[in-house]
């Protein structure tokens, strides 16, 4: 559950004096949406995104027809990209939930893992969601359950000793404070090879808590 | 997804290369394709000058100043490399694509100490400070498993074994963490164990880094333990292209159905199975047929193939071949013909009970070596045979195995008399052979004759082949006088020569030719026991198998007896009936073919029998792999020899304690076969076979 686990590594990258329109058209027809900047030995320089690609209209409105394609011309991603001081990065051994904080809080899409300067891998939203769903065991079929509990010390443990005196396996768990309900928690269950009705007639005795949701998938 | 796994680490498109020469261009390479995904490993294998390494050099842009790529792209990463400047495919080779060679001593510096070379690398790419490179370094170096990483950092390439070398190499090459890794032959100057860690390490690599590995090599059994898609190049062009299991199980090539006939595979013999070589030689490039590139050596060739050149197509989905009857190969239609391989099969019982021509009793053979001190000391020997007992059969072939320097070759030499025993017992159909072969008389030499290894260092490059065959033949008046030039065109023809090679001189033929001349040279006396050293370890597969039908012919024709000196294990077993397995200048185990390769197992064969990579993916083979080097030989470690690295120590009282202080004995399992080990027998026997086969799902 660390950055190196989830993180794709040798991802593609670019030198500071590629141009733009070369850049453009390389994520594109790549489908890449984010681009580290690299010199000599792979350290990080820079990095570009699509936003950062766009050029600003305000910009080309003071020029004419001949500057304008001049001056597209003669743009290199040096001159657009985000310079590396201001880049956010993690490093290898970051927990991925941490990385998560770091994307949610500067509201971006992507970390640059880095050591040592020199980059070694990307991480995205897109390898968080990724994380996420193998979290919850998404791909392997079982029953999903979700309920809800009191925020008191043991009650997971009651859950999970309910499952266990069934014999059942726990393919995947996990719990979020109910939200503007402070006091009140949801774990979700995701067991393999029972029947739905099982499960519910099993942890619907669990004292003190309450099945919200049942679903196979 | 930001990068969409699909996007291959490399994707070869289409690609051709010409090489400018005197006589205009020659195209090395024509219409090659694949692609290699993230941490996959790709194998690319075919004979000799099929263009496998031009492939790897245009990647790299490493063509010389005469090579250029005329057509194709090469797609790293999503971005063409063809036609970048060279500043900026400078910079992606050192930092994104790493290679590694064949021969590691080529790829060091010797003058300069290890350790400096590797953190040459990091202070020249990344600009890192000496003492940080350095760390760096002896990092890099545990993750492949050197022993004692910070010792060898000060060390010359010189002063470690090969397979610590091409370790050094492949630690280097993982510096910068490169995202393609291409190894041109990487473990074909290795031993089989040795070998077998390196193809381990690969393995560790490829999952643990992600790296993308393009893998060269001419070896079948190497390929399928590595890789898990391959691509067979012939004469410059990609004939197939599948998944290895599809590959070697059902291929959809003549070409790569030859392949896989031509290679004994571990647990073949000459009394149940026979080799197919595929007849004549790649087409050189500048001179290439018309039609399909293989149609002159192909078995199945009709006029269809003459005259339309085919197109590499997808005859099942991943799985692609260039041949027109592809759809008749896959399913098994075609069978390759009989006439091919020579009638052999009286082989079987033969020499059974026939009476003993060659034994060798105790023998020890010892080099002198300067003693350290300068003025007296001890003198100290390098005992390259020592106590060494075998005998040989009339009629019967001997095969001697083990890994390099256990001293097979030494063995060889003292029997033909170019060594002199130190001591032992060595008698030749009864007469003493302890004498070197300069007071030898003509007749015990005429009986007594040689196959080297290189036939290129053993024809004398300026007289005719047939001079050459015709001078023993005259020496040892093997026939009349008159008869000589008649005699040696007989054993051009048996050779498959034929007579126009009279007046050829070596450097006209090719490798399996050569051999062959050798061949006759060593039987045109008629003797009664020729040794082989390595006959067929420097000519690719094809030929090889050419050569072993042939000795198989020669031993048949004429009654000779053989010993055989090979590395191979698969190939000593297709082709001896007595097989010694060497360690360290001693014979460890001694017996019958069938009884080397089953339990009970001297602990030493075991492992190398789980090392020799086979070319069949169904097989299944336990892991154990020795570790350490062989010990030197200039001071043998006392008790049984292989204690130093025996795996299989532990299943003795005290951990094996008596291993290093006792001599083990030799026991018997069977009259005729004997294991030189403390463990018992019945221990011995308990043990699971090494190499198991699942069973056989379709007829291939």
């Known amino acids: 559950m660390l950055v190196k686990d989830y993180m794709t590594r040798h991802p593609c990258m670019a030198e500071p004096n590629m141009s733009v329109i070369e850049a453009q058209r390389y994520m594109w027809e790549n489908g890449i949406r984010h681009l580290p900047i690299v010199g000599d030995g792979k350290r990080l320089l820079g990095l570009v995104t699509r936003q950062t690609l766009l050029v600003d209209p305000a910009r080309l409105g003071s020029l004419d027809m001949w500057e304008i394609s001049r001056f597209l011309s003669g743009l290199t991603l040096k001159d657009v990209m985000v310079k590396a001081r201001d880049v956010i990065t993690v490093e290898e051994d970051?927990?991925?939930?941490?990385?998560?904080?770091?994307?949610?809080?500067?509201?971006?899409?992507?970390?640059?893992?880095?050591?040592?300067?020199?980059?070694?891998?990307?991480?995205?939203?897109?390898?968080?969601?990724?994380?996420?769903?193998?979290?919850?065991?998404?791909?392997?079929?079982?029953?999903?359950?979700?309920?809800?509990?009191?925020?008191?010390?043991?009650?997971?443990?009651?859950?999970?000793?309910?499952?266990?005196?069934q014999g059942w396996g726990i393919l995947a768990c996990g719990g979020v404070p109910v939200p503007r309900q402070p006091d009140t928690w949801e774990a979700v269950v995701k067991i393999r090879n029972v029947p739905g009705e099982e499960v519910v007639a099993a942890l619907g005795q669990v004292e003190g808590q309450e099945i919200v949701d049942v679903r196979e998938m | 997804?930001?990068?969409?796994?699909?996007?291959?680490?490399?994707?070869?498109?289409?690609?051709?290369?010409?090489?400018?020469?005197?006589?205009?261009?020659?195209?090395?390479?024509?219409?090659?394709?694949?692609?290699?995904?993230?941490?996959?490993?790709?194998?690319?294998?075919?004979?000799?000058?099929?263009?496998?390494?031009?492939?790897?050099?245009?990647?790299?842009?490493?063509?010389?100043?005469?090579?250029?790529?005329?057509?194709?792209?090469?797609?790293?990463?999503?971005?063409?490399?063809?036609?970048?400047?060279?500043?900026?495919?400078?910079?992606?080779?050192?930092?994104?694509?790493?290679?590694?060679?064949?021969?590691?001593?080529?790829?060091?510096?010797?003058?300069?100490?290890?350790?400096?070379?590797?953190?040459?690398?990091?202070?020249?790419?990344?600009?890192?400070?000496q003492k940080e490179a350095e760390e760096k370094c002896i990092q890099m170096l545990e993750r492949v498993y050197m022993p004692d990483p910070a010792n060898v950092m000060r060390r010359y390439p010189h002063q470690i074994s090969g397979g610590q070398q091409q370790r050094v190499v492949i630690a280097m090459a993982l510096l910068n963490g490169p995202s393609l890794l291409i190894m041109d032959e990487p473990t074909t100057a290795l031993d089989v164990t040795v070998e077998a860690t390196v193809l381990d390490l690969v393995a560790e690599l490829q999952t643990r880094f992600d790296t993308a590995i393009m893998y060269i090599s001419h070896n079948l059994g190497v390929v399928a333990r590595?890789?898990?898609?391959?691509?067979?190049?012939?004469?410059?062009?990609?004939?197939?292209?599948?998944?290895?299991?599809?590959?070697?199980?059902?291929?959809?090539?003549?070409?790569?159905?030859?392949?896989?006939?031509?290679?004994?595979?571990?647990?073949?013999?000459?009394?149940?199975?026979?080799?197919?070589?595929?007849?004549?030689?790649?087409?050189?490039?500048?001179?290439?047929?018309?039609?399909?590139?293989?149609?002159?050596?192909?078995?199945?060739?009709?006029?269809?193939?003459?005259?339309?050149?085919?197109?590499?197509?997808?005859?099942?989905?991943?799985?692609?071949?260039?041949?027109?009857?592809?759809?008749?190969?896959?399913?098994?239609?075609?069978?390759?013909?009989?006439?091919?391989?020579?009638?052999?099969?009286?082989?079987?019982?033969?020499?059974?009970?026939a009476e003993r021509i060659l034994s060798v009793e105790h023998a020890r053979t010892y080099y002198e070596a300067p003693s350290k001190r300068l003025i007296g000391g001890k003198k100290q020997y390098v005992k390259a045979v020592d106590d060494v007992s075998v005998e040989v059969r009339k009629g019967r072939t001997l095969g001697i195995v083990g890994e390099s320097g256990c001293g097979k070759s030494t063995l060889a030499k003292t029997i033909i008399g170019l060594e002199t025993p130190t001591d032992g017992k060595l008698e030749f159909m009864g007469v003493d052979i302890s004498t070197p072969v300069s007071q030898r008389d003509l007749d015990l030499i005429k009986n007594l004759q040689m196959v080297f290894q290189n036939p290129d260092s053993t024809l004398n490059p300026s007289f005719s082949v047939g001079s050459q065959i015709a001078r023993p033949t005259r020496r040892f008046r093997a026939v009349p006088h008159s008869q000589v030039h008649a005699e040696v065109i007989r054993l051009l023809d048996m050779m498959r020569l034929g007579a126009n090679y009279y007046d050829r001189l070596p450097r006209q033929l090719s490798g399996g030719e050569k051999q062959r001349v050798g061949i006759a040279r060593a039987i045109a006396g008629r003797p009664e026991l020729v040794l082989c050293d390595e006959?067929?370890?420097?000519?690719?597969?094809?030929?090889?198998?050419?050569?072993?039908?042939?000795?198989?012919?020669?031993?048949?024709?004429?009654?000779?007896?053989?010993?055989?000196?090979?590395?191979?294990?698969?190939?000593?077993?297709?082709?001896?009936?007595?097989?010694?397995?060497?360690?360290?200048?001693?014979?460890?185990?001694?017996?019958?073919?069938?009884?080397?390769?089953?339990?009970?197992?001297?602990?030493?064969?075991?492992?190398?029998?789980?090392?020799?990579?086979?070319?069949?993916?169904?097989?299944?083979?336990?892991?154990?792999?020795?570790?350490?080097?062989?010990?030197?030989?200039?001071?043998?470690?006392?008790?049984?020899?292989?204690?130093?690295?025996?795996?299989?120590?532990?299943?003795?009282?005290?951990?094996?304690?008596i291993c290093e202080v006792e001599v083990p004995p030799w026991q018997c399992a069977t009259e005729e076969h004997r294991i030189f080990c403390h463990i018992p027998l019945e221990e011995l026997r308990k043990m699971d076979k090494v190499v198991t086969v699942e069973e056989e799902t379709h007829a291939g």
């Not at chain 1, 770091?102 to 969601?129: F, K, Q, S, Y």
């Not at chain 2, 090579?67 to 990463?77: A, C, E, L, S, T």
């Open chain 2, 226 to 353: 590595v890789s898990d898609e391959v691509g067979v190049m012939y004469a410059g062009e990609m004939v197939e292209r599948a998944s290895v299991a599809d590959a070697y199980l059902r291929p959809g090539h003549p070409y790569t159905l030859a392949l896989m006939h031509c290679v004994p595979r571990l647990g073949m013999d000459k009394s149940s199975s026979y080799l197919y070589p595929i007849r004549g030689r790649v087409p050189p490039p500048s001179n290439l047929p018309p039609g399909c590139v293989f149609e002159p050596r192909c078995d199945f060739a009709r006029p269809v193939c003459r005259q339309r050149r085919p197109e590499l197509r997808e005859v099942e989905p991943g799985h692609c071949a260039r041949c027109h009857f592809a759809e008749q190969v896959l399913a098994g239609e075609l069978r390759l013909p009989d006439d091919l391989i020579p009638d052999l099969d009286k082989m079987t019982t033969r020499g059974e009970g």
């Open chain 2, 535 to 657: 006959p067929v370890s420097s000519l690719d597969v094809s030929v090889q198998a050419a050569v072993l039908n042939l000795l198989l012919q020669v031993q048949q024709e004429m009654g000779t007896t053989m010993a055989f000196i090979a590395h191979d294990l698969s190939v000593v077993r297709f082709f001896c009936d007595t097989i010694a397995v060497m360690y360290l200048g001693q014979v460890v185990e001694f017996g019958p073919a069938e009884a080397i390769y089953a339990p009970p197992y001297h602990p030493y064969t075991e492992a190398l029998l789980s090392a020799v990579p086979i070319p069949d993916p169904r097989t299944e083979q336990k892991h154990i792999r020795l570790s350490g080097t062989v010990p030197s030989a200039l001071n043998p470690p006392g008790g049984c020899r292989f204690h130093t690295r025996c795996p299989r120590r532990h299943m003795l009282p005290d951990g094996g304690r």
């Open chain 1, 94 to 165: 970051t927990a991925v939930e941490e990385a998560a904080r770091i994307m949610v809080e500067n509201r971006i899409g992507c970390l640059p893992v880095v050591e040592g300067g020199v980059v070694v891998g990307i991480i995205t939203d897109t390898d968080l969601l990724t994380q996420l769903m193998e979290m919850m065991a998404t791909r392997v079929p079982g029953v999903r359950v979700t309920i809800r509990m009191p925020n008191v010390r043991g009650e997971l443990a009651k859950l999970v000793a309910a499952i266990g005196a």
């Open chain 2, 1 to 129: 997804m930001q990068q969409p796994r699909d996007i291959p680490v490399l994707d070869v498109k289409n690609l051709a290369v010409s090489y400018e020469t005197r006589y205009g261009d020659v195209q090395a390479v024509r219409d090659v394709s694949f692609t290699i995904q993230r941490g996959e490993a790709y194998s690319i294998v075919g004979e000799s000058g099929c263009g496998k390494s031009t492939v790897a050099f245009s990647i790299v842009s490493f063509l010389g100043r005469n090579g250029k790529i005329v057509d194709g792209h090469i797609m790293f990463q999503g971005r063409d490399l063809v036609g970048r400047p060279q500043e900026e495919l400078r910079h992606i080779r050192g930092d994104q694509i790493a290679m590694v060679y064949q021969d590691p001593m080529q790829a060091l510096n010797p003058s300069m100490r290890l350790g400096d070379q590797m953190a040459e690398v990091l202070i020249a790419h990344r600009g890192m400070e």
